[in-house]
């Protein structure tokens, strides 16, 4: 019996060998780290990439955009990802400059579990007061006043948020900072925030979960989660002045809505959009990488990577829920892309 | 044979003496290896229990430098102005592990005083085995259980209730929500129900027969023996467990983040929405971005540990001044 512990290092080995499938052809290991949010799409996209450059693989960890921006900055990942854009200061911390390179689009919507299951619709106004605690009952005149048609219960208002620090709340908040300037003041925009009045889930599901119990209340999930879960989801009134039904189309033409005045860094907000069919709570997610690469062969990499990202890898996302890049923005990202070097030269026009 | 018995008899005898055989040299270098390691291992975990302690006050030194004692007593907690106040996170977690004791103590020191008092044999084992189990189900799973059935029921029929007829409690005031710090008391209960019975058991199981037998032969009713000879006997413990389930309600995370409310407010009433130290780390840890921020954050960390700590302390305090088992046991 004692003399076959040798066999405990050989069969190690051979699995070591085994669960590692062409280990031995020096592939190149490309480190992400970042946001929750697109992290499905990323990793069918990881997924996918594999068969059109099987020598590079990818390890991402979701571990949130801080955590994301956060190792960018430390470099101690190849790239960040991002829900929220970085800011100023952050920007300024990091050792070097870092390019937005947005990938794909996200919206958040209002979901709500009244008697009678009513199609709502809201104006950002409406929802900002509600949010406030400034309106709290459902048959509230400016509530009726939008839904001439539905039958208003008079009930408390439950308003239920995200607990945890996270993307769709950034973009929600940031939707109500630009339509109400109370809020910006009294509260403001960030991915957690001190919320006037409610209750936190966390994650969507446990907004979602508290939304589905208890009549009478009022949350915001993302599109993706409400669309596999039926949840209703409310219109929203756009800029142009029209209730916008949330879908993967309307989220699109939110981007499209903005190209004109797009930032040349790309640290846009989506909210309130202008565009007739744009729904106006929507946002991009970013990859955060080094203008100047700091290794060649992965620069390379990672450049080829984007490019296929925004272009032949935008055929995934509506599979999976997410709102594809318009084309004109993929023109803009592109010129982004051409300027990423690897001490002064650049990396596309290499390959 | 004679040499093995000997050296059975300790180490620091059979390392002073000289090593005279082969095989006694050969033991005196086995037990110093033995002797090293046990220390090592001593060593070791002390040194991560200090390196857990510096790791969580250098990182939380930029919060305790700019907020000093505010920190504890102020609950404005504000990422997006970068105000941090955590007391309500304090109250959170110390209310709910309390109101959890409260409901678990009692229910867990019957069920285990009936398991290994009263019970017949051969009830014993199931039900034992049935109450262990609820240790086995996962926390989120509790957390799941809690929203969607404990909480509509706390909401349409507990809480109406208990506010018709206990309503002009201010603890028993408000919106009935469901969720809130009632949710979480009650689901924290039930997760250390199990801890608690089964370490009582065990510790009634301990408590000598004679000790009944001696009560039941002065006359004492059933209830009297179970009092005066097993209960008193055992206290350090019954204390013990009920530590043991403290420990484990300071500390839980998921199940009470999914039903507390996550609200970070200082409220009397039970039925409002609540926040614990441990839920408000797990919600906001990974999407914060200000250094600012995540100093906070680290120190609630410590706050938690160093409150986790306290209680232990206390409670050990506690257990020493009713005195060990042995005095209550043969008075």
């Known amino acids: ?351 | 044979m004679a040499a093995d018995s000997l050296a059975g008899v300790g180490t620091a005898d059979d390392l002073a003496l000289p090593p005279r055989a082969v095989g006694r040299s050969r033991r005196g270098v086995g037990d110093r290896v033995y002797r090293g390691l046990i220390l090592a291992s001593v060593w070791l975990v002390l040194a991560l229990a200090g390196g857990l302690l510096l790791a969580l006050g250098w990182e939380s030194w930029a919060a305790i430098r700019t907020f000093g004692l505010r920190f504890l007593i102020t609950s404005h907690w504000d990422p997006v102005a970068g105000e941090f106040g955590a007391l309500p996170f304090i109250y959170g977690t110390l209310v709910s592990s309390l109101l959890a004791l409260l409901i678990a103590v009692p229910l867990s020191l019957g069920a285990a005083i009936f398991l290994a008092e009263l019970a017949p044999s051969w009830v014993r084992p199931p039900v034992a085995f049935l109450i262990e189990m609820l240790a086995a189900v996962p926390s989120v799973v509790y957390g799941l259980w809690g929203i969607f059935v404990l909480v509509p029921w706390l909401r349409d029929w507990v809480q109406p209730a208990l506010a018709r007829t206990l309503g002009f409690l201010p603890l028993f005031q408000g919106p009935p929500y469901g969720i809130g710090m009632l949710a979480a008391g009650l689901i924290l209960a039930i997760m250390i129900v199990p801890y608690i019975t089964s370490v009582s058991r065990e510790v009634l199981l301990a408590v000598p027969g004679s000790q009944r037998e001696a009560a039941l032969g002065l006359g004492a009713t059933r209830w009297e023996t179970t009092r005066i000879a097993v209960l008193r006997y055992g206290r350090s413990g019954l204390i013990g467990a009920i530590l043991l389930g403290l420990g484990r309600a300071l500390g839980e995370t998921m199940a009470v983040t999914m039903v507390i409310g996550n609200r970070p407010e200082v409220a009397l009433s039970l039925f409002a929405p609540g926040y614990t130290m441990a839920s408000v780390l797990a919600n906001e840890f990974t999407e914060a971005t200000s250094d600012l921020y995540v100093s906070a954050l680290v120190e609630i960390g410590l706050l938690l540990l160093v409150v986790t700590v306290a209680v232990n302390g206390l409670a050990r305090l506690l257990v020493w001044s009713v005195g060990g088992p042995a005095r209550g046991g043969r008075a």
């Open chain 1, 1 to 351: 019996m004692t003399k076959r512990w040798w066999i405990v290092p050989i069969l190690l080995l051979a699995m070591a060998t085994l669960g590692r499938p062409g280990a031995a052809d020096a592939q190149m290991l490309m480190n992400g780290a970042g946001a929750t949010f697109p992290y499905p799409i990323y990793s069918k996209w990881f997924e996918e990439y594999i068969k059109i450059d099987p020598e590079v693989r990818f390890n991402y960890q979701s571990i949130g955009s801080g955590g994301g921006i956060r190792q960018i900055t430390e470099r101690t990942v190849d790239f960040g990802a991002s829900d929220g854009p970085m800011t100023d200061e952050q920007l300024k911390k990091a050792p070097a400059e870092l390019f937005h390179i947005p990938t794909v689009m996200g919206a958040v919507v209002a979901t709500y579990n009244l008697p009678g299951n009513p199609q709502l619709a809201f104006t950002g106004e409406v929802l900002a007061d509600i949010f406030l605690g400034k309106i709290t009952k459902w048959n509230d005149l400016r509530i009726k006043a939008l839904n001439p048609s539905a039958t208003l219960p008079d009930q408390t208002i439950v308003v239920v948020h995200r607990s945890d620090g996270s993307g769709t709340t950034y973009i929600w908040v940031d939707y109500l900072c630009k339509i109400s300037p109370e809020w910006e003041k009294e509260v403001g925009r960030g991915t957690s925030v001190k919320w006037p009045v409610g209750l936190g889930g966390k994650g969507n599901e446990g907004v979602a979960g508290q939304v589905k119990n208890a009549p009478g209340s009022l949350g915001y999930v993302e599109l993706a989660y409400a669309i596999t879960n039926k949840l209703p989801a409310a219109r929203i009134k756009n800029p142009a002045g029209k209730l916008v039904e949330p879908t993967i189309e309307s989220t699109t033409a939110a981007a499209a809505g903005a190209v004109k005045n797009m930032p040349d860094d790309f640290r846009v907000s989506l909210t309130n959009a202008p565009g007739a069919d744009a729904y106006p709570i929507a946002s991009f997610t970013w990859l955060l990488v080094y203008k100047d690469q700091p290794n060649e062969s992965k620069g390379k990499a990672l450049v080829k990577f984007l490019w296929w990202a925004i272009h032949d890898g935008q055929r995934h996302p509506a599979a999976l829920l997410y709102a594809p890049l318009p084309a004109p923005v993929v023109k803009q990202i592109e010129a982004k892309i051409k300027q990423i070097t690897f001490s002064g030269k650049p990396l596309l026009a290499a390959q």
